[in-house]
Antibody
Framework: QVQLVQSGAEVKKTGASVKVSCKASGYTFTSNQMHWVRQAPGQGLEWMGWINPSSADTKYAQKFQGRVSMTRDLSPATVYMELTSLRSDDTAMYYC??????????WGQGTLVTVSP | QSALTQPPSASGSPGQSVTISCTGISSDVGGYNSVSWYQQHPGKAPKLIIYDVSKRPSGVPDRFSGSKSGNTASLTVSAVQADDEADYYCNSYASSNNWLFGGGTKLTVL
């Protein structure tokens, strides 16, 4: 069965960086784009970008350009999202989500990133 | 790019139908058959309920249906049940390999 397992919660200081991992299993890792989505406390979903695990091509939302980097390892099948120059408004739950056709059919459990002064 | 526009709230009594709209522009919702919908219960990850505008993943009840007309997509929940009370989000491809979410709609079952 398809599983996306994310790394644990993080607490970071303002200005620091965070790297969240998403380990995939149960399917051919290189067949589907992986997207990252975040959700600030009490707020809606926000699309951050995607990585093609086959080619390592990436696309980032304009809002995060210059601060975000998405990478992957083929073995084990894992994608990473690194966000730099953290601010208090980066405090959020970060999700990886597998793209299937025009939709995200499997989601990780989420990683809470808390940014404190 | 701005978020897609959804009403903040919607409500219905058990057994009624509720429709939630998702409005974009011609370069996102209107330009592609790429709208998907997600249900999110408190403290949980979102769950895909509609993709490719109107397709349902296996296991999703046929009470959930999706459609699109012009720049507006819609999610209809027929015969609403207590467990349908949740937040609902739309998502669309938005050209140049970008994607957009709607602001979310809180569905209350009265």
């Amino acid at each position: 069965q398809v599983q996306l397992v994310q790394s644990g919660a993080e607490v970071k200081k303002t200005g620091a960086s965070v790297k969240v991992s998403c380990k995939a299993s149960g399917y051919t890792f290189t067949s589907n784009q992986m997207h990252w989505v975040r959700q600030a406390p009490g707020q809606g979903l926000e699309w951050m970008g995607w990585i093609n695990p086959s080619s390592a091509d990436t696309k980032y939302a304009q809002k995060f350009q210059g601060r975000v980097s998405m990478t992957r390892d083929l073995s084990p099948a894992t994608v990473y999202m690194e966000l730099t120059s953290l601010r208090s408004d980066d405090t959020a739950m970060y999700y990886c989500a597998r793209r299937y056709s025009f939709g995200y059919d499997y989601w990780g459990q989420g990683t809470l990133v808390t940014v404190s002064p | 790019q701005s978020a897609l526009t959804q009403p903040p709230s919607a409500s219905g009594s058990p057994g009624q139908s509720v429709t939630i709209s998702c409005t974009g522009i011609s370069s996102d919702v209107g330009g592609y058959n790429s709208v998907s919908w997600y249900q999110q219960h408190p403290g949980k990850a979102p769950k895909l309920i509609i993709y490719d505008v109107s397709k349902r993943p296996s296991g999703v009840p046929d009470r959930f249906s999706g459609s699109k007309s012009g720049n507006t997509a819609s999610l209809t929940v027929s015969a609403v049940q207590a467990d349908d009370e949740a937040d609902y989000y739309c998502n669309s491809y938005a050209s140049s390999n970008n994607w957009l979410f709607g602001g979310g709609t809180k569905l209350t079952v009265l």
